[in-house]
């Protein structure tokens, strides 16, 4: 006789006095409880499709009967302001035209000579030359003469004046 094995049936008395179960829970009814389960939750998920294609014919059925003379026909446009129809596709769609705007060369009016430049371009360009500022302004501080040396609190190394928190446009 193995280890496992009980010579007899506990008693009441050495079951209330064991502390622990003296016997293994069955996992056949469990087990079934678990197909049932599955079972009704796929009849359910069935049911709920059937109803829903039923829904679906039916509406589109109601739509038809209701403006026969538009078969094929489109409806026209509301005025707007309209809703959007696909949202998160029009925020894709801004997103690469303005990458497209910021990326790539192009004409704005050719007869003036004016071109769109890419971002990186234009900031190189704006590295070289400096910015535009006022001379001689009353409320430009006095431009330092240019210098090939590093920048100083008077002025920058091409001559332009300092740019401060208020220039920036940083409110105090």
Same mark, same amino acid.
């Given at each position: 006789?193995?280890?496992?094995?009980?010579?007899?049936?506990?008693?009441?008395?050495?079951?209330?006095?064991?502390?622990?179960?003296?016997?293994?829970?069955?996992?056949?009814?469990?087990?079934?409880?678990?197909?049932?389960? /599955?079972?009704?939750?796929?009849?359910?998920?069935?049911?709920?499709?059937?109803?829903?294609? %039923?829904?679906?014919?039916?509406? *589109? *059925? /109601?739509?038809?009967?209701? %403006?026969?003379?538009? *078969?094929? /026909?489109?409806?026209?446009?509301?005025?707007?302001?309209?809703?959007?129809?696909?949202?998160?596709?029009?925020?894709?769609?801004?997103?690469?035209?303005?990458?497209?705007?910021?990326?790539? %060369?192009?004409?704005?009016?050719?007869?003036?000579?004016?071109?769109?430049?890419?971002?990186?371009?234009?900031?190189?360009?704006?590295?070289?030359?400096?910015?535009? %500022?006022?001379?001689?302004?009353?409320?430009?501080?006095a431009a330092a003469a240019p210098s090939s040396g590093p920048a100083t609190p008077t002025g920058t190394?091409?001559?332009?004046?300092?740019?401060?928190?208020?220039? /920036?446009?940083?409110?105090?």
């Open positions: 006789m193995s280890a496992h094995e009980h010579p007899h049936a506990p008693t009441a008395d050495e079951r209330a006095h064991a502390g622990h179960e003296l016997t293994d829970a069955q996992a056949m009814p469990v087990l079934r409880f678990l197909a049932f389960l /599955a079972a009704v939750s796929i009849g359910i998920a069935a049911l709920v499709v059937v109803f829903y294609n %039923y829904l679906e014919s039916r509406e *589109a *059925a /109601a739509k038809t009967a209701r %403006y026969p003379m538009a *078969a094929g /026909a489109t409806r026209p446009v509301p005025p707007p302001p309209r809703l959007q129809n696909y949202p998160f596709q029009d925020v894709k769609d801004l997103r690469q035209e303005e990458r497209r705007l910021l990326e790539t %060369y192009e004409w704005v009016d050719k007869n003036k000579g004016v071109v769109r430049i890419p971002i990186d371009r234009a900031i190189e360009v704006m590295a070289e030359k400096g910015l535009p %500022y006022r001379q001689g302004g009353a409320s430009a501080p190394a091409s001559g332009a004046p300092p740019v401060t928190e208020k220039a /920036a446009g940083t409110p105090h």
